[in-house]
């Protein structure tokens, strides 16, 4: 894939719990994308996890990145409603 659009995204996450649990939610579809437009790589450290995202253009690039912080955003949510159970 010929890249000309790359993102890296830096989050930090309130416990490593949390981030353990979103990088395991995010694995797969990082491994197997659900285009070959764009590809993410995935790092965790301490409580940060880091989004590498290569694209072909800019429209991949944000529909790639608007798509991982959407599944961040709903696994958060959802691990919240579980321990509020």
């Not at 010929?2 to 797969?28: C, G, R, W």
């Not at 437009?37 to 965790?44: G, T, V």
Request: aromatic share 6%; net charge positive; charged share 25%.
């Amino acid at each position: 894939m010929p890249t000309s659009a790359k993102a890296i995204v830096n989050l930090k996450f309130a416990s490593e719990k949390q981030l353990d649990t979103v990088f395991s939610a995010l694995t797969p579809e990082a491994k197997a994308p659900p285009t070959r437009r764009a590809s993410i790589i995935l790092k965790k450290e301490d409580v940060f996890l880091t989004l590498l995202v290569n694209a072909e253009d800019t429209v991949a690039l944000r529909a790639t990145i608007n798509a991982y912080l959407r599944w961040i955003e709903s696994t958060i949510k959802i691990m919240e409603l579980v321990e509020q159970t």
